[in-house]
């Protein structure tokens, strides 16, 4: 495997800093012991880590970290993401369901209105947890962004994401029947956008693994009645994904597929796995250098490299890993 040298992990219990030299995976240094940290970025020299009760930051590689959450009035933070072509320009998704900005490197965070209004109006909620609703994941091209809102739809921003509101294709009602052909289900877990298009787009829910190429205006979908949290789209190639489906939340028999023709067909990429994993799967992938990462939602973090997709286990030791971060 290829992957970049330091990795800092987000956990149930802190962050922990990790090296990797010619023996794998080494711990350097732990920090925010005792708070339960849900999700991680790094750029520029500055880590931002997102937990259940607000945000910090680390100027130091994860060694010290400061209180970095002025203006965010919704705490418990379950997705952080920059925009890829802007410093100082970052987001926090929230549970319940709110999207919060950031022009100052997280010194300052200003709240988007019409987010919570879209959430009241239409009575987001999450089946496992009394707030309503959550925000779990962004996607940036350019001045276009979207956003997944669990369970509400997606979201759709064409200022860069100072301001956002439903995509078309997007009802915002919370409903986990199939819905009528064109539209997304109202459960998304994670949006991915693609290069090739500022319009092409990916939402993983729980029907699925749907696709738009107007922006998000009309969907179709493609693994259709799988339960389904994460996918990677290849940068180079819209029609190669990895997919990480399961039979349903409450029995799960996760997996992981692969397709190269657009979602026609799909085969298994789980080479160094024993799977279907009977009560778990995979809830997040990240790309670090040449080599895709998978977090299982247990915790577990498997790397594989690309192209090959031949999966291990790293971070052994470390438990209930939420997210990751190549520093």
Same mark, same amino acid.
């Given at each position: 495997?290829?992957?970049?040298?330091?990795?800092?992990? !987000?956990?149930?219990?802190?962050? &922990?800093?990790?090296?990797?030299?010619?023996?794998?995976?080494?711990?350097?240094?732990?920090?925010?012991?005792?708070?339960r940290v849900t999700? &991680?970025?790094?750029?520029?020299?500055?880590?931002?880590?997102?937990?259940? @009760?607000?945000?910090?930051?680390?100027?130091?590689?994860? +060694?010290?970290?400061f209180?970095?959450?002025?203006?965010?009035?919704?705490?418990?933070v379950r997705w952080l993401a920059y925009?890829?072509?802007?410093?100082?320009?970052?987001?926090?998704?929230?549970?319940?369901?709110?999207?919060?900005?950031?022009?100052?490197?997280?010194?300052?965070?200003?709240?988007?209105?019409?987010?919570?209004?879209?959430?009241?109006?239409?009575?987001?909620?999450?089946?496992y947890s009394p707030q309503a609703g959550c925000v779990r994941s962004f996607a940036f091209h350019g001045r276009r962004a979207y956003a997944a809102v669990e369970v509400g739809g997606v979201l759709r921003s064409? @200022?860069?994401?100072?301001t956002w509101r439903l995509a078309r294709g997007s009802t915002g009602e919370p409903r986990f029947d199939i819905p009528t052909p064109s539209l997304v289900h109202a459960d998304?877990?994670?949006?991915?956008?693609? !290069?090739?298009?500022?319009?092409?787009?990916f939402a993983a829910t729980a029907e699925g693994l749907y696709r738009s190429q107007d922006g998000g205006d009309t969907w179709e979908v493609t693994h259709a009645g799988s339960y389904c949290r994460a996918v990677w789209v290849d940068p180079t190639n819209a029609d190669h994904?990895?997919?990480?489906?399961?039979?349903?939340?409450? +029995?799960?028999?996760? +997996?992981?597929?692969?397709?190269?023709?657009?979602?026609?067909?799909?085969?298994?990429a789980s080479d160094g796995l024993d799977l279907p994993w009977p009560g778990s799967m995979v809830e997040r992938f990240a790309l670090v250098g040449e080599?895709?990462?998978?977090?299982?939602?247990?915790?577990?973090?498997?790397?594989?490299?690309?192209?090959?997709l031949r999966w291990q286990r790293i971070l052994s030791g470390t438990e209930r890993v939420n997210a990751v971060a190549a520093l």
């Open positions: 495997m290829e992957l970049r040298n330091m990795l800092c992990a !987000a956990t149930d219990h802190g962050c &922990i800093v990790f090296e990797h030299d010619q023996n794998g995976w080494q711990e350097k240094w732990r920090g925010l012991g005792g708070r999700s &991680i970025v790094a750029r520029e020299g500055v880590v931002l880590a997102g937990t259940t @009760d607000g945000i910090v930051r680390s100027d130091d590689g994860g +060694r010290t970290w209180e970095a959450d002025t203006g965010l009035s919704l705490r418990h925009h890829p072509d802007t410093s100082d320009l970052e987001f926090a998704g929230t549970e319940p369901a709110g999207i919060f900005v950031s022009h100052d490197g997280a010194g300052s965070w200003r709240g988007c209105t019409e987010v919570e209004a879209l959430r009241d109006l239409h009575r987001w909620f999450l089946p064409d @200022d860069a994401g100072e998304v877990h994670s949006v991915v956008a693609h !290069a090739d298009s500022v319009d092409l787009i994904m990895v997919l990480s489906p399961a039979d349903s939340i409450s +029995r799960m028999n996760g +997996r992981i597929e692969e397709t190269r023709d657009g979602g026609q067909n799909w085969q298994p080599d895709l990462l998978a977090i299982s939602n247990d915790g577990r973090v498997y790397a594989a490299a690309l192209p090959t």
